[in-house]
């Protein structure tokens, strides 16, 4: 029995587990009436500053499917920042993705 729990413990101990952290960033878009915007701000004022790239379908009125994307720096304190804006699109096709990493 006890050799059972050692080699439990030993493959569980070389097993990589899936980190958890908080979210530094808060985003949110629309599409409709012919525009498009997408507004970003840090969750926590004293946050490291964050480099983000993001990815967002849009809908246009011909009926086409058009990918927008960039990336943006989000300084310590920044708040509801307009990251993208953007004309022709009547809706969006899926919601913006966005990921973001902290510079030192």
Known sequence: MNWLRIATVAVLSGCAFPAVAEEAVSCGGAAMLGGAQLNCGLVEPKAAPQFCSFSWALHMPTGDQKIV??????????????????????????DPIVICRATK
């Open 69 to 94: 994307e960039g990336s943006f720096l989000l300084p310590p304190g920044a708040v509801n920042v307009s990251v993208y804006q953007g004309s022709g699109f009547d809706r969006p096709m899926s």
